[in-house]
């Protein structure tokens, strides 16, 4: 990492596979299913998806697919039955799948005076706690439209997706005065090229195969994290970041609606 002028530089972080070891946007679906927003097959769907999701990722086509399935699927869902339900199990649930390296990794860029933003296209409030969890300055995620009666309309107001993350980034860049030729990213997707080709220091982490050939023909690190790890019992020093209060713990559509995204494209691509 370079030395220089550290204080208007950043380090970007996509969230699933590259700082927690599962899809943020699966992870509660038995948390949902408890609380009475989905059922028993969707479950089951969910726990299909996280393994397609592990083994092979996703393309763009089915990215833009589960888009689509998710605002139809969430349309009516009252927000702040969704806050509490996440409120209960955010710890539980992501706490023991952060990768110790990426948690290394976040503590060296902020010990060099970076900040972090994690960038990911999960809502921006499930992103949000999971960044305070891990002392993040900034987030950047999905964000989805809720109407004046508390519920979300089934619309999306900004997708954190492929050159959408890029512009994002170059929006919080002129925003905060960093200079994203000195910055970092990381992630695993090809499809976050444009967020690696944003910055000056990219690197392919747990990286899906198109992106290892990428990063091989742009002379790209590639990193391998392996160590999932409960914050709780590391020995962190992650800026002593507080745990997010429940009021500011919640989740967007995505993370209940993804777990039947995938199994529904995942289906329509094999028929």
């Not at 059922?39 to 999701?53: E, I, K």
């Not at 592990?54 to 990215?63: K, N, R, S």
Request: proline content about 3%.
């Amino acid at each position: 990492m370079d030395n220089d002028d550290r204080s208007s530089t950043a380090a970007f972080f996509d969230l699933d596979k590259t700082i927690i070891a599962k899809s943020s946007t699966l992870a509660f679906s038995k948390s949902f299913y408890q609380g009475g927003l989905i059922n028993r097959r969707a479950v089951l769907r969910s726990a299909y998806a996280q393994f397609v999701y592990l083994v092979g990722g996703a393309d763009h086509d089915q990215m833009e697919r589960m888009r689509e399935y998710l605002s139809g699927l969430v349309t009516g869902w009252d927000v702040q039955v969704v806050k509490d339900i996440v409120a209960e199990t955010l710890h539980t649930i992501v706490d023991p799948i952060v990768y110790d390296e990426a948690v290394t990794l976040i503590e060296e860029h902020h010990l060099a005076g970076r900040d972090v933003v994690v960038v990911s296209s999960s809502g921006a409030e499930v992103v949000e706690p999971i960044g305070q969890m891990l002392g993040a300055d900034k987030i950047i995620g999905t964000r989805m439209v809720v109407g004046e009666d508390g519920k979300f309309t089934g619309e999306i107001d900004f997708y954190a997706y492929a050159e959408n993350k890029a512009e994002a980034i170059r929006d919080l860049a002129k925003e905060e005065g960093y200079d994203l030729a000195r910055s970092y990213a990381y992630t695993d997707s090809i499809t976050d090229l444009p967020m690696l080709e944003a910055v000056g220091h990219a690197y392919a982490v747990n990286p899906d195969r198109p992106l290892r050939r990428t990063a091989a023909e742009h002379g790209w690190p590639v990193l391998v994290f392996s160590k999932p790890v409960a914050l709780r019992q590391r020995a962190s020093s992650i800026r002593d970041a507080p745990k997010p209060a429940i009021a500011a713990a919640a989740i967007s559509a995505g993370a209940a609606a993804a777990g039947l995204a995938w199994y529904a494209v995942r289906r329509r691509g094999r028929g």
